[in-house]
């Protein structure tokens, strides 16, 4: 299997590197100083077709394939990761479960706008006491005549209160199998429901300019064609979402990587010290070095993982591949970025330069869509080993 980026995917690079450079770069720092959420640049990535990359041609998408959407995360994430973010989560998260698991009527009635980027939708999985134990979902659903009664709380939800946000897909307890274990099923949630209300957003570490709200769901009612693929298979539903995801993060997070290497070799050339360029010196050439070496290996790996997804490769190997790539990638931008900080020294402790943007916003690559742990239990059981 050849994981090489075609002319076509070299071609769109450089294309949604000039829209990053062009539209993002200039205003960024402002953004994320503010905690701007750039509606207008969001739509603006609607329009170039990044929102419609994977779906098909019916509903408005351009029928690509998953290569094409990393390589747009990797771009927009090697200029920030909060914008990055907001394409892999508006997609592999927001559109991709209804592009799935929807009915035709779904699907006709909330792809067309999500896909041209005038709406985003979010994915409620994460609860105060159920993260990467997902199972433990204490949110319920019950089926009151025709409509759903949904209440509970969810937490850490990108995507889910900004002012085009339509709707957000909660898993929920709507009752128990025949062996008495929770039955958790997806039901999409619009936004503006009575009862549904997306709280203050977070004061996070980093991805500042990302829209990410705690949930309350409070007697909220939702007609029951609302649930979303079949009941009872929620949880494997959104499982099946984040094996993809994985992937996605292990672009946005090459990015972050990509960001410090080219932000290093620049500085390293052109900063002095006892009459020479701080490059020339081993100490900080050889930590250079390092970062070509995480950026070209996260790359082959995340590449190899989505070339393998389209494909159609067998879902074992594709879910090993998937963490695999994750893991690294997501460890190796966090490492790159106390590089990148180091390189620059005090100045890499300013806010003015963007290497800080990127130390914060790194850390949550080994968290979000399965931490660290999680990857290595999944790596682990791939393995073959009876891990718990």
Sequence with gaps: MSFELSAEHQAFRHAVRDFAEGEVAPHVAAWDKAHHFPVDVVQK???????????????????GDFTSLCVAIEELGRVDQSIGITLEAGVGLGINPILTFGTEEQKQRWLPDLVAGRRLAGFGLTEPGAGSDA???????ELDGDAWVVNGAKQFITNSGS????????????????RGRPEISAIMVPAGTPGFTAEAPYDKL?????DTHPLTL?????????LLGDRGRGYAQFLATLDDGRIAIAALAVGCVQACLDLCVE???????????????QGVAFQVADLAVMAEVGRTMTYRAAAMKDAGAPVKELKQAASIAKLYTSEAAVTATRIATQVFGGYGFMEEYPVARFYRDAK?????????????????????????
């Design 267 to 281: 500085y390293a050339g052109q900063r002095t010290t006892f009459g020479k360029p701080i490059g020339a010196k």
């Design 364 to 388: 949550i690559l080994e968290i979000g869509e399965g931490t660290s742990e999680v990857q290595r239990m999944l790596i682990a059981r791939g393995l073959g080993l009876p891990v718990e």
């Design 206 to 210: 980093g991805w500042h300019i990302s």
């Design 45 to 63: 990535m609607g329009d170039m077709g990044l929102f419609g990359l994977t779906a098909p041609e019916e509903l408005g998408g351009s029928g």
């Design 163 to 178: 002012e085009i946000t339509s709707l957000v897909t909660v898993t929920a307890r709507t009752g128990t199998d025949d």
């Design 218 to 226: 409070q007697d909220v009612r939702v007609p029951a064609d609302h």
């Design 135 to 141: 199972g433990a979902t204490r949110t319920r659903a």
